[in-house]
Nanobody, 126 residues
Framework: QVQLVESGGGLVQAGDSLRLSCAVS????????IGWFRQAPGKEREFVAA??????????DYADSVKGRFTISSDNAKNTVNLQMNSLKPEDTAVYYC?????????????????WGQGTQVTVSS
């Protein structure tokens, strides 16, 4: 089992920044990719960003809606993956989840992630 715990969510104004963290623990040996997803009320869970965590030179991928504003990074010494979110917009409001995948590819589809955190709320006011 792999445990993931998100932190760093909150209420901010449009244009502000937030930094989310995902602490990864447990049987992490077979975990290769960490992704961030979000889900707004009444909407499906959507991909935000992902990083090749233990197998690559930190290859990354981003959803088009966050490119240039969000940055995913990993601190392997601390077993954490961070999501720096800048220039936040009201449409970024959602519950943000981190997830772990056993795929050795930076992948977007939620079905390819095996473990999920409990989520952290991000609310951006206009």
């Amino acid at each position: 089992q792999v445990q993931l715990v998100e932190s760093g969510g909150g209420l901010v104004q449009a244009g502000d920044s937030l930094r989310l963290s995902c602490a990864v623990s447990g049987r992490t040996r077979g975990t290769f990719t960490i992704g961030w997803f979000r889900q707004a009320p009444g909407k499906e869970r959507e991909f935000v960003a992902a990083i090749g965590w233990t197998w690559s030179d930190n290859s990354t991928d981003y959803a088009d809606s966050v490119k240039g504003r969000f940055t995913i990074s990993s601190d392997n010494a601390k077993n954490t993956v961070n999501l720096q979110m800048n220039s936040l917009k009201p449409e970024d409001t959602a519950v943000y989840y981190c997830a772990a995948s056993q795929w050795k590819v930076v992948i977007q589809a939620p079905r390819n992630y095996d473990y999920w955190g409990q989520g952290t709320q991000v609310t951006v006011s206009s």
